[in-house]
């Protein structure tokens, strides 16, 4: 494939400039500031929506580092029985996945005569075994790992960790990799840092200084860099920011052309990146939603040049059958490679300029801060010292406040929500103990707990805190703020028993209070809602004392005229809903 742009085509079509471009959406935009769609990455740079070769001068020079776009599609099991996850390997392999990763959930389980048993009918040399989980030491696996028929020859490797030890033990870690020259002994793992609300410079810089750890720890130990090198494997998760999920390998590529030049490396051998999937964006109620979110992920990750990667099971078995749920995730790889051909295409991303640019201020932004870790000696102690949590904290402090505010929707989540399925409502007390273990970086967790929670107050009492909307006034206002206020309550699980275009009139009190609402939602579309907001409040707490009266839109100047006329609060875009909707629970007596 050639990568040469044959402006020959293109003769009929004059070139546009980006100033040229600019000055007509700004034309467009109007009243619109131009700052609106220009977009202000977590990383703290800016991207505009539109770039032209005139950017082509200040792009990296990223060049295809495979001569083919084969990625390789990789299946976790657990083991807890040698003999369940050797049926369910064998089931993988029949669905087309060419590489396992064995999670042990214990050292004994890695003994050789369990490790026959888990390979019974599996040839080692046609296909990547990786292993992670609760392992041995490394030395102490890979001798065991060698009894198995034909294992010299696989090409997985261990995910884990390698744990500190001595020069001497390092070598000997080596000296048993020398039977296994195409297994990875080294992994560099940026999950755990994700789930803790990472982002993709963050993930970067942190491969980088993981790679950086462990060419200075083995080129003590007397080990080539690379050979060192060409023993790593770097796990990255992709999520569903598809663009710069895309850039990301290819930026972190890039960088460690330059790292592995740096500790005398030829480069001629790179680590191996290993994609798998987010989990941090994962509904639990809305489990469907999520074969979209996979798919937009291994996409990214396809595009981006992955050698390896791993699409996780669309729903955890409490809502959808697992062998469902299995087959519909293993299905993903199954269409982007046989239907949608994107193994066809060499980095199909090379020429881009809107990607380029990104990918370049990816790299520049995490080779900042990558060399910030450096001069904290390092990635383990700069995590010991607790530098790492401090970067990512910060980034996930303000992350937190675009979710629980709405400015990133989750559909099924904090916009949209779905009923529950019958599977769900009979698995709900095991769906709250999975979502309040959830990470602290979890999107998700926090809107579907409080929606379970009041669902779950509906079925042990018979009671769902319902809502009422009252629309009054220019119709095409009211009716989108009416549609805000029952998407917004909706997110918290309660019942929006109804809502209507009413006027001021007696009998529109009746049909508001019919259904005996616990909260009602004024949308008032006027040009001064202030007098009419407060005369239905006013008597709407003379009919049914206690009642919650609520406005929707941002408050007035004057918001205490409303409040002593009996409204309970505001509703608008840019609240944190999280927290309104959480009060609403304690005003409803949802315990």
């Not at 490790?115 to 030395?139: D, H, V």
């Not at 992955?306 to 269409?335: C, K």
């Not at 095409?476 to 805000?484: D, M, T, Y």
């Amino acid at each position: 494939m050639t990568h040469s742009r044959p402006d020959s085509l293109f003769h009929e079509f004059p070139a546009v400039s980006r100033e040229d471009w600019k000055k007509k959406a700004i034309a467009e935009l109007k009243e619109t500031p131009y700052d609106s769609i220009v977009w202000h990455t977590p990383d703290g740079f800016a991207l505009e929506p539109w770039y032209s070769h005139e950017e082509k001068t200040q792009q990296l020079d990223i060049q295809p580092y495979k001569t083919t776009n084969r990625w390789i599609n990789c299946r976790q099991i657990i083991v807890d029985d040698p003999e369940t996850a050797n049926k369910a390997a064998l089931q993988s392999f029949e669905l087309d996945a060419e590489a396992i990763e064995f999670l042990l959930t214990d050292p004994a389980l890695s003994s050789p005569e369990n490790l026959t048993r888990l390979f019974t009918g599996i040839q080692p040399s046609a296909a990547a075994i990786y292993f992670s989980g609760n392992l041995p030491p490394a030395a102490e696996l890979l001798k065991s790992l060698l009894t198995i028929p034909g294992f010299s020859e696989n090409s997985g490797g261990l995910l884990v960790e390698a744990p500190a030890y001595t020069n001497g033990q390092d070598s000997e870690l080596f000296a048993h990799g020398t039977s296994l020259p195409d297994f990875r002994l080294l992994c560099v793992d940026t999950i755990p840092w994700h789930e803790k609300g990472a982002t993709a410079v963050q993930e970067i810089a942190l491969a980088l200084a993981g790679v950086s750890d462990y060419l200075h720890r083995y080129l003590k130990a007397g080990i080539p860099a690379d050979t060192i090198a060409s023993a790593i494997t770097i796990i990255l998760p992709v999520c569903s920011s598809h663009f710069t999920e895309l850039a990301k390998p290819r930026a972190l590529r890039y960088l460690l052309g330059y790292l592995l030049k740096a500790y005398g490396a030829s480069g001629a051998a790179l680590p191996s990146l290993f994609a798998r999937t987010s989990e941090r964006n994962r509904s639990l109620l809305d489990p469907f939603t999520n074969v979209l979110r996979l798919t937009t992920e291994a996409v990214s990750a396809v595009l981006g040049g992955y050698d390896t990667l791993q699409i996780g099971a669309f729903d955890t078995g409490l809502s959808v059958s697992p062998d469902i749920a299995e087959r519909i995730s293993a299905n993903i790889h199954l269409i982007l490679k046989e239907e949608a051909s994107l193994d066809r295409v060499l980095d199909p991303a090379h020429g881009s300029y809107y990607i380029e640019t990104l990918t370049k201020n990816l790299a520049e932004s995490a080779w900042t801060l990558f060399k910030e870790i450096e001069a904290q000696d390092g990635l383990t102690e700069a995590a010991k010292s607790g530098f790492i949590q401090s970067i990512v904290s910060d980034v996930e402090t303000k992350r937190r406040k675009t979710l629980n505010n709405r400015k990133k929707t989750l559909i099924g989540v904090n916009r949209y929500p779905w009923p529950l399925l019958t599977e769900q409502v009979e698995n709900m007390d095991k769906l709250e103990l999975v979502l309040a273990n959830e990470p602290d970086g979890n999107e998700t967790a926090g809107y579907e707990l409080l929606r379970l929670k009041t669902l779950s107050f509906s079925l042990k009492t018979g009671r769902t805190p319902s809502v009422f909307i009252w629309m009054l006034g220019d119709p095409a206002l009211s009716f989108r703020q009416a549609g805000f206020a029952e998407d917004f309550f909706n997110c918290g699980g309660f019942f929006v028993a109804g809502k209507a275009a009413l006027p001021t009139e007696e009998s529109s009190y009746h049909t508001a209070l019919e259904s005996k609402p616990d909260i009602i939602v004024l949308c008032i579309a006027e040009k001064d809602p202030v007098a009419a907001s407060a005369t239905i409040a006013s008597k709407l707490r003379m009919l049914q004392p206690g009642i919650i009266t609520v406005m929707a839109g941002k408050p007035p100047k004057e918001h205490e005229q409303l409040l002593n006329a009996g409204v309970d609060s505001f509703i608008y875009t840019g609240v944190n809903v999280l927290e309104m909707l959480k009060s609403y629970q304690h005003k409803t007596g949802v315990k």
